[in-house]
């Protein structure tokens, strides 16, 4: 406890005590000089020390310095350390050190990106980030994009100026008059749409139940034969990167189908869009530019920290529209003000690392890091395929592989066991109606070694 007259005073005082900020970035240092040789997963120990901050909120302050030793003693073992590149659950991604050291800096100058007046920087950088994914992802020249939280908040974004616009194209303003009574919009969707694109769907008061399914093929593609005739009413869902097995959509095809009965079609890729940033594999993303707003992740495959997705859309109007706000206090400019983009209005400035991330690597830094993960991703499936009892169920065409073993107790049993041996991290799906070990490689730090040491727990698992 300081002993200070008031809590402004020692305030001021932390405020120019460097030795805080110091320890907060070397613990942060040593996290990640540290991350190749630890758990991957925090032992039962470490999170049983939770417990400690299981309390009422103090009475009176605590000392800034003991506060980030209680984090960094607490809650430092507990964490999961997606930083290790063995780190293979759900579908995440790892930070390039640049995009972290600028949104380190960053969140020093503690930026407000919903207008250009209240942070000229934050604006500027979203606008050259958005000019860079245009030219990247060869997307519209008149695009734009909303810097938001992820890609959950970008399939929401990019549905909302989809429900917009096809109700405008039927003479109803959706904003004006709501969804009551109003003209019935078309849902298409293939039967292995992301969950968060059924969120949204539900979000907007479009209904689950309204969603026209279409039949997918073994490796989880819309079959362009069962997709029915689409109209000026529908919004056609495609998909960039399935979340177990990777695969995408038959873009090129569906697109123009779409644009001939003036259907909108949205695009969620959230981390499988950046397939198309690489000669080698952008032929798994053809026609993606055809789509009328899509969605990608920042904090995925392009490993900034969290939270990072973009929402990009064709149609400035029914974006901004959607989404729009005003009020007597709002100073519009004529720079970019990011928050007719985006659902939010305070907001913090994603655009800095992003910028930063994409400056640092390049064009073919990008390309790069990104084939790296599917060739990690093929290794592995290589290495494990060529031990007795496991199967690759999937086309590696990305960078997920699901794993399968001869039963489905079998498969939960060996990834428990991986799970417990903490070389590496895996989680479990269903495919096919088969229980299936999910291994998704989304970070530039896994390297040859991580894929062979994690293959080699994997076997210790089944035969252990
Ligand atoms: C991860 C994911 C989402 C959700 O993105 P968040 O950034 O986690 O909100 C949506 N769609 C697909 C295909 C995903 O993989």
Redo the contacts with the bound molecule.
Sequence with gaps: MHHTESIQHAMFLDNRNKALFEQAQEYGFKYLEEAASRNVYPTEEAIAQLAFFEEPLPESPTAAVEVLDTLQRYGGPATVCQASGRYFGF?TGGMVPAGLAAKTLAAYWDQNSAMYVLSPVAATLEHVVEQWLKELFHFPTDAVAGFVS????A?LCGLAAARYRQLQKLNWDVNEKGLFGAPRLRIVAGNQA?S?ILKAVALLGLGKDQIEWVDTDAQGRIIPEQVPLLDASTILIL?A?N?NSGSYDDFHTLCAQAKAANAWVHI?G??GLWAAVVPQLNHLTLGIEGGDSW?L?G??TLNTPYDS?IVMCADKEALTHALHMSGSYIVKSDHRDGMYYTPEMSRTSRGIELWATLKYLGKTGLQEMILGMHQRACQFADEISRIEGFTVLNDVVFNQVLVQCATDALTTQTMQRVQEQRACWVGGSVWNNRKVIRVSICSWVTTAADITTSVQSFAQALHA
Aim: aromatic share 6%; no cysteine.
């Design positions: 579908v992820g890609s959950s908040a399939n992301h968060t998909q990167g979340v969620d959230a981390f969605a992740d904090h995925k997705g």
